[in-house]
């Protein structure tokens, strides 16, 4: 680690859900013809790798033949009237939809390449012909100002990939123990018995929560994936004000009243009474997202000891938004679940590109960054990080995560490139410049395969944290098929 990272006594991380790099970044530098200010590692290309340079097309060979370019800003036009809900429904987010985005066929051969073809027609199939063209769109500067900006005034990469082509718990589950423990799917919401960096972080005495902007603490999707392991650390489950509250506590403080150690944020994944998911899936509403990542970023940017954080924005899956760009297939296999639990993936390649941006007081506005090696960034890097960072791996009585892909994963460290004497003082205000209508606030909207989760999660818990089983996992998907259904379905626990 840098003597850099030695000033840093908080790391914060949010992640959000379900949208590709080009879907949200792609024309960040598109009117600077794709060059970028600041390259890390220097000697690296100079340009941004986004779609303000050729064109990325999608055909269609479905009942109306079609070809569609990747394009913004996001509009409206059939079957779709409002931009910021884009695209609506719910693209296809499993295993095999996303080996169809990216190969253009659900069974790639050793000849097939990862050309990303198949978004689509891929997207046709979910929403029909005439609502395809919404997969190929994605958001302006201007239309999603607050991450832009962001991107533009810290450090955004362009090469940060999921870990896996595969849905949220998998995702979600390298990025608190480097494995998904053999799951490619969501695969009806089994928790995951398996050590994660918050048991370890327990066992070393390091300072942990997890905040979730939910009314419920417990309502945390974390909590409920690996509720085996995290059961007897409930304490630990705040929800989003306390991460405010704690923010603006002294830099004199006592430790109990500031950050800890370690932050994990969760945006709202489900509607509750007083609010809307505000976690960018598809289709819920962008500018939604736009607002709870401008309260964390002004929540750290207001703190009296703002220097000492370091906040890292991530989305665990491209939630089959379209990306131009193939992911690597050189990933290491994770352990446990070196091999997948149904099929046989060896968790060999990536999955496709996120949106990660880096911020802190020691980042050089206008980076754009990339690993220094031939293995990129993925979610993993920030558990590398946070090992190397607090030395995880010398505790021999406590010993730190297993997995291989954690230690072929490369770290934040060399973001941070301003010495103390020269970091960056003047961070920028940023107003949400969307604005948000009731489109989407119908109660009667279908559920979300993350969503349905939440609400399997929250019976495994009434069934003493034990796994309520497939049938009846089958049962609540029939009973439990809206917002409202879940609304009720949750509040009878309260």
């Known amino acids: 680690m840098t003597k850099i990272m030695d000033q840093i006594e908080h790391v914060v991380v949010l992640m959000m859900e379900n949208r590709s790099f080009d879907n949200l970044l792609g024309w960040l530098y ?5 060059k970028a200010p600041h390259v890390i590692p220097s000697g690296s290309s100079p340009y941004y790798e986004g779609l303000g340079k050729g064109k990325f097309c999608n055909t269609s060979t479905k009942t109306n033949p079609q070809t569609i370019c990747a394009s913004e800003p996001t509009t409206t036009g059939p079957g779709q009237t409002n931009p910021f809900l884009v695209p609506d429904p719910d693209p ?5 939809d996303m080996t169809t985005q990216i190969f253009g066929t659900p069974n790639p051969g050793k000849k097939d390449t990862a050309n990303m073809s198949g978004f689509l027609e891929n997207y046709a199939s979910v929403a029909g012909t005439s609502k395809a063209w919404q997969i190929m769109q994605s958001y302006s ?3 999603v100002n607050v991450i832009s900006k962001l991107a533009r005034d810290f450090a955004v990469s362009d090469h940060w990939y999921a870990s896996a082509p595969s849905q949220t718990w998998p995702n979600r589950g390298f990025v608190h ?22 048991n370890v972080m327990k066992n070393q005495g390091i300072s942990w929560d997890i905040y979730s902007d939910t009314s419920l603490a417990l309502e945390s999707l974390t909590y409920l994936q690996f509720a085996p392991k995290l059961f007897f650390h409930a304490g630990h489950f705040k929800v989003f004000s306390t991460f405010e509250k704690r923010c603006r506590a002294a830099e004199t403080a ?8 370690y932050s994990f944020l969760e945006p709202r994944f489900m509607a509750i009474e007083g609010g809307m998911p505000n976690d960018y899936h ?3 509403n962008v500018c939604r997202g736009e607002q709870f990542l401008a309260r964390v970023y002004n929540a750290v940017k207001g703190s009296p000891y703002r220097d000492k954080i370091l906040l890292v924005i991530t989305f665990d899956e491209h939630g089959g938004c379209y990306d131009h760009q193939a992911p690597p297939h ?7 679940g070196a091999v997948s639990r149904h099929g046989n993936f060896h968790f060999n390649r990536f999955g496709v590109r996120v949106p990660t941006i880096v911020i802190s007081s020691y980042v050089q506005p206008g980076t754009v960054f990339r690993a220094p090696g031939d293995t990129p960034y993925d979610h993993t890097s920030i558990l590398a990080t946070l090992r190397d960072w607090k030395q995880m791996d010398k505790d021999p009585k406590h010993p730190f995560l297993p997995s291989p892909r954690i230690k072929a994963a490369p770290t934040l460290d060399q973001v941070l490139t301003l010495p103390d004497n020269k970091k960056n003082t003047n961070w920028p205000d940023i107003p949400v410049t969307c604005s948000v209508d009731s ?10 395969d993350l969503q349905l989760s939440l609400v399997v999660g929250e019976a495994n818990r009434r069934a003493g944290n034990k796994y309520i089983g497939r049938e009846a996992v089958e049962k609540l998907r029939q009973s439990i098929k809206t917002y409202q259904d879940a609304i009720d379905y949750m509040k009878e626990s309260q």
Do not use: C, M
């Not at 296809?92 to 095999?96: A, I, K, L, P």
């Open 30 to 34: 598109a009117k600077e013809g794709n």
């Open 92 to 96: 296809g987010e499993s295993f095999t």
């Open 141 to 143: 500067p201007e239309q």
């Open 177 to 198: 123990t480097g494995s998904s423990d053999g799951h490619i799917n969501n695969d009806y919401y089994e928790p995951y018995d398996i050590t994660t960096i918050f």
């Open 254 to 261: 006592s430790s109990d009243d500031k950050l800890p150690s």
């Open 282 to 284: 598809p289709p819920h």
């Open 330 to 336: 050189n990933a290491v296999a994770p352990e446990p």
């Open 439 to 448: 489109d989407d606030e119908s109660l009667d909207r279908p559920l979300n």
